[in-house]
């Protein structure tokens, strides 16, 4: 229960954030090619802010595909498999996913916000540390790791009721 809720409200909060990224982004490029055009020079920000804003929400848009399972996958051998297999599978997928996360989302993601905090890199036009930019890779990985535990939750339940079918 206390995971369905977190799993909803984190899915909601995920939303509303990827979609305010995006008009911010569609805003600031609207106005960088307006500028342009215009007046014939476009801010000096408006270029780093839009390549920022594309990375968090390309980070952050592949933790909330994670939610629903929305990532590319070629499963014509996957589809041919018995359930049982299907499940074993998906539990390996799962343990891959969080592996992945953990290790080189947020260790790898954490140790490079530190570095870059630690020698005060700052950005060029927008003086906004580095550090704070790359946070979105430890975020979005302990958002990824959410979601593995909750798919593999899943998976258990639904074994557990296959279980209880066959007897």
């Known amino acids: 229960m206390i995971m369905e809720k977190l799993y909803k409200t984190i899915n909601h909060f995920l939303e509303i954030l990827l979609v305010f990224l ?10 960088q090619v307006f500028s342009r055009y215009s007046v014939g020079k476009s801010q000096a920000f408006t270029e780093e802010l839009a390549r920022y804003l594309l990375v968090w929400l390309a980070i952050l848009g592949t933790a909330y595909v994670r939610s629903y399972k929305g990532e590319m996958a070629i499963d014509y051998f ?6 049982t297999k299907k499940r074993v599978m998906n539990f ?7 592996l992945f996360a953990l290790i080189i989302m947020v260790v790898g ?4 916000m ?18 704070y930019i790359y946070s979105v890779v430890p975020l979005s990985g302990l958002i990824i790791i959410f979601y ?5 939750r899943s998976l258990y339940k639904e074994g557990k009721q ?5 007897f």
Do not use: R
């Open 22 to 31: 995006f008009v911010v982004l569609v805003a600031d490029v609207l106005w």
């Open 78 to 83: 996957f589809n041919k498999l018995s359930d």
């Open 92 to 98: 390996l997928i799962e343990i891959t996913i969080l």
């Open 109 to 112: 993601g954490s140790n490079l």
């Open 114 to 131: 530190y570095i870059t905090l630690k020698l005060g890199q700052v950005s060029a036009t927008l003086n906004i540390p580095i550090g």
């Open 148 to 152: 593995c535990v909750y798919h593999l």
């Open 162 to 166: 296959e279980n209880l079918k066959s």
